[in-house]
């Protein structure tokens, strides 16, 4: 049992950097663009890449560990990870920059769905309740997401931005070997060899699959052709939806994401992360553009909306265990609304336990969210499927963090004064019963 706890760690630790990498470099961006003498906006393309990577590579990398086995797809991503690290903060170019950081990002996509099929198929962890092993696995998901600003911000203050990549060597070293030492190899059978598996991935439809996100992501988060894309997006998604209803076992399968046991949980927990990023952002700009609060404040009256979702996690495994999913899913919903609800009663400065406390309810729904999401799907999908299952329900996330950006940036919500974030609420009171009139149509 304890070297299994030591695996479960290992895999923890390997989930914690994806999530860990894409929110520590935001305070990195003003010293990299100084490095490279380069504006913010091009600057951040470090983080967009890595979201963007992030969303096509977890699927892909998912059915991969499905068709070949979790334990070497996991491996091979955590050692790109520890070179790659090393490495990336010696390139002479911002454009051979960006290059190591989307590798880095496939090394880090690895992980979460690696470690779920890993727990869907290896008896030495199902033999443990995969409600618990998957309620750490999301733990560290939503530690990395909390941590990421805190060692993001210390990082770059007493060494410089490259000490952002020299972070993850580390963490991904440990992971890797706790891994390979604690959790055996299967038995290598024949049609687990490289060339086979490559050729049994679908590379139509992966590329396809990532056509259809990109165009549509980058139509609404300001192209100069906004239609253009959205009109690529959608054909780039008719021509999927085509291709996988052609061949025997497609990279996306329409006909079995559009189960009822399925489709609901992938739009519930779509819709959940946006409302979550709607406030991740929103929130810090309400208190310092519309109430007043320095600067400095501002980031220690966030720490409960990611904070208090840490707290929650144990909390939210023992009502999973208790409870239908489809409940407690349901009462996170309801949750978020009446949360949004308190946003204008937010007082400006000299009332930080306030506003502590209203951040505190908003981060508790997306604790709910996420682990009750994971559990559902683990339940609904087949063992052979769990890796690329899980790999979109990482696409969903990603998808969710950029519409919420391109909402934020619409022009309701771009107006000058306090009347900017008048339709906030209301938006994500409208998103979370959007949601939960998904959770309605679930037949599990």
């Not at 952002?281 to 720490?303: N, R, S």
Request: proline share 7%; hydrophobic share 55%.
């Amino acid at each position: 049992m304890r070297r299994t706890n030591w695996v479960i760690v290992g895999l923890g630790m390997g989930t914690l950097l994806n999530p860990l990498n894409s929110s520590m470099f935001a305070v990195g961006l003003v010293s990299l663009s100084e490095t490279f003498s380069i504006g913010l906006g091009k600057a951040s393309w470090i983080v967009t890449a890595f979201y963007i990577t992030s969303a096509i590579a977890q699927p892909t990398l998912g059915r991969l560990a499905d068709r070949w086995d979790g334990r070497p797809v996991f491996l091979i991503g955590m050692s790109m990870v520890c070179c790659l690290s090393v490495a990336a903060p010696f390139a002479p170019t911002f454009a051979l920059l960006c290059g190591l950081r989307v590798a880095i990002s496939v090394g880090t996509a690895a992980a979460y769905p690696a470690a779920l099929a890993l727990v869907r198929t290896r008896n030495e962890l199902t033999g443990l309740e995969a409600k618990r092993v998957i309620a750490r696995i999301e733990y560290c998901n939503v530690l990395g997401v909390l941590t990421g600003p805190v060692v993001g911000g210390t990082a770059v203050h007493f060494l410089s931005w490259k000490a952002l990549f020299w972070v993850s060597a580390p963490l991904a070293l440990i992971s890797l070997l706790t891994v390979r030492s604690l959790l055996p190899a299967t038995p290598r059978r024949p049609d687990h060899r490289a060339i086979t598996v490559v050729r049994s991935l679908d590379l139509r439809g992966i590329v396809l699959f990532a056509t259809a996100p990109v165009a549509g992501l980058w139509a609404v988060n300001g192209a100069a052709e906004p239609l253009v894309l959205l009109a690529l997006s959608a054909i780039a998604l008719a021509l999927l939806v085509h291709h996988s209803r052609r061949i025997s076992e497609p990279f996306f399968d329409v006909a079995f994401v559009r189960r009822r046991s399925l489709w609901p949980i992938y739009a519930s927990f779509l819709m959940m992360t946006t409302t979550y990023y709607l406030i991740f952002y929103g929130f810090p700009q309400l208190l310092e553009v519309a109430l007043g609060w320095p600067l400095i404040h501002v980031g220690f009256l966030m720490l409960p909306l990611a904070g208090v979702a840490l707290l929650a996690n144990p909390a939210c495994a023992v009502a999973l265990r208790r409870l239908h999913p489809r409940t407690v899913l349901c009462c996170g919903t309801v949750w978020m609304a009446a949360a949004a609800a308190l946003l204008p009663l937010t007082p400006g400065p000299g009332h930080a336990v306030v506003v502590g406390l209203i951040a505190a309810a908003l981060g508790v729904p997306h604790a709910i969210s996420t682990l009750g999401s994971a559990v559902a799907l683990y339940n609904a999908t087949p063992r052979h499927r769990a890796g690329s299952a899980f790999g979109l329900l990482q696409t969903s996330r990603h998808v969710g963090g950029a519409l919420a950006m391109a909402a934020l940036a619409a022009p309701p919500l771009t107006r000058g004064g306090t009347e900017r974030f008048d339709t906030l609420p209301s938006l994500i009171i409208v998103v979370c019963l959007a949601s939960a009139a998904a959770l309605t149509a679930w037949r599990p």
